[in-house]
């Protein structure tokens, strides 16, 4: 376990992802499926032929949700208000089975078989024998699935890369979440994978949800007809109290520690850190509104004085992305205890200012009358939202898999993702970091992340403190 921080202090929380999902609202494996209590599933009549097989590698409460939405694809959902509606997709509809599971931890897999077993009943088919553990354990969950399963990628961001090569060489379909690489080296493998699953027929969905929001598409077409004018600004917050780790405690495994629940997000190596993994989804967002990629970041960041953090992240982040026709978009993440707090995507046209997203990535979508972004002076919303975007991207990513159609995220996501990871280098390296730099780098922080092992020694090492190297502008490299 982390150590625990002075109790005092607002920041002494353990990290916690928000929740994937929009009726999940903690974490934790009985909490990821627990929307689905009460929910009348359809019962499997079909036959072998008929059913898509999952195999889920990583079973924390991200993976966990994954499957609630996976098994709902098609029939009874959750809505934002936590009654029950009736997905449009119907294509997506048809049975489905979880029957492998794998994760570094026991304990992990447990829990959330468990959890799924009492919640989805003979939809989760995973005996002992389809249990996998270890840094291998994706390979066997995968090799119990044929060609056109899901292969469920939901660990952290370092081992992205494997195990999508190794489903797609497979000719297995995958649903991976984000993020999808913490360095430029592991976007050069998920973009070639992706073009090898283009040739194979392979669908891919990602999980950057928000692109699958039918009040976000609608206020897209709206700037895409020109109600806002043209688009001169884009802000994008993620503030709030802050995360803490504690150090090192020297006698126990460092890499199995690392890779600890809650910790992965404190290292650049594992997940990309907690800027990317927070910002990740309206870092998208501002590439999505302005329908291309920026030219060049740059930022400045730092940690508060006094912080005793003995993670690798830094505490304030603030990046100007600019794209090729002069916008800018100003993305700011600040993780500090009694300070203002911001969730929220705003965009300013020469006709009008809009909310893209707001806290916890709700779609409250909207244009003002003018640049006053206020409630009284909305001119504009979207019809409100009958299917959620975490099932939505289900949806789309199961029925193109049963019509057989083009369905492939992956470049999408990893540019996205590259956008993000070129922000967080300018920051830390406090460089211009152009796209081009980025788009060509093959930086990674741990070049041997397919042959890890639980007796490897974790890629970054703990000071006689028990703390871990944070970036040094003017030194650092990540690009």
């Not at 909310?355 to 409630?375: C, E, L, W």
């Not at 890629?459 to 990540?478: C, L, M, S």
Request: proline share 6%; net charge positive; hydrophobic share 40%.
């Amino acid at each position: 376990m982390t150590p625990s921080p002075a109790p005092s202090s607002p920041r002494s929380r353990q990290f916690k992802t928000t929740s994937r999902r929009g009726f999940l609202r903690t974490t934790g494996q009985a909490a990821a499926v627990s929307a689905l209590a009460g929910v009348a599933l359809p019962h499997v009549h079909a036959s072998d032929s008929q059913t898509i097989q999952l195999a889920l590698i990583g079973c924390g409460g991200r993976g966990s949700g994954a499957v609630a939405n996976a098994m709902s694809a098609g029939g009874l959902v959750l809505g934002d208000s936590g009654g029950t509606q009736r997905a449009t997709g119907s294509a997506a509809g048809g049975p489905i089975k979880l029957v492998a599971m794998a994760d570094l931890r026991p304990e992990r897999i447990e829990g959330a078989h468990k959890a799924l077993s009492r919640e989805l009943g003979d939809r989760v088919d995973v005996p002992k024998d389809r249990q996998f553990l270890g840094f291998d354990a994706y390979k066997k969950a995968i090799d119990c699935l044929r060609p056109g399963d899901v292969a469920m990628l939901t660990t952290h961001a370092a081992f992205r890369a494997p195990h999508l090569e190794y489903a797609v060489e497979k000719g297995v379909n995958v649903f991976m979440e984000k993020n999808f690489a913490a360095d430029p080296g592991g976007i050069q493998r998920i973009l070639r994978a992706g073009e090898l699953a283009d040739r194979k027929g392979v669908k891919i969905g990602a999980g950057l949800m928000c692109r699958h929001s039918s009040a976000r598409q609608a206020l897209i077409q709206k700037i895409r007809d020109g109600a806002l004018g043209d688009i001169q600004l884009i802000r994008a917050y993620r503030m709030d109290p802050g995360y803490f780790m504690g150090p090192f405690a020297k006698d126990r495994n460092e890499l199995l520690w690392q890779l600890s629940p809650g910790h992965p997000y404190q290292f650049l190596w594992a997940s990309g850190g907690v800027f990317i993994e927070l910002m990740i989804h309206q870092i998208d967002e501002c590439f999505w509104i302005k329908d291309s990629y920026p030219i060049s970041a740059h930022g400045i960041g730092g940690r508060f004085a006094g912080s005793t953090d003995c993670s690798q992240n830094l505490d304030s982040y603030s990046i100007e992305y600019t794209f090729a026709d002069g916008t800018k978009a100003q993305v700011t993440g600040r993780y500090i205890p009694n300070c203002h707090t911001d969730f929220g995507t705003y965009l300013h046209g020469t006709k009008a200012a809009a909310k893209f997203s707001g806290d916890v990535h709700a779609p409250t979508s909207m244009i003002y009358n003018d640049q006053r972004i206020a409630p009284n002076n909305v001119a504009w919303r979207p019809t409100k939202e009958t299917i959620n975007p975490w099932q939505a991207e289900w949806d789309a990513l199961l029925a193109a898999i049963r019509q057989d159609k083009p369905h492939n995220e992956a470049r999408r996501a990893a540019l996205s993702n590259l956008g993000a990871i070129m922000g967080r280098a300018a920051v830390h390296t406090g460089k211009v970091i152009t796209w081009d730099d980025a788009l060509a780098s093959t930086f990674r922080f741990c070049s041997n992340v397919d042959a890890l092992t639980a007796d490897s020694p974790a890629p970054v090492q703990a000071d006689a403190q028990g703390r871990y190297p944070a970036p040094i502008p003017g030194k650092t490299i990540e690009v």
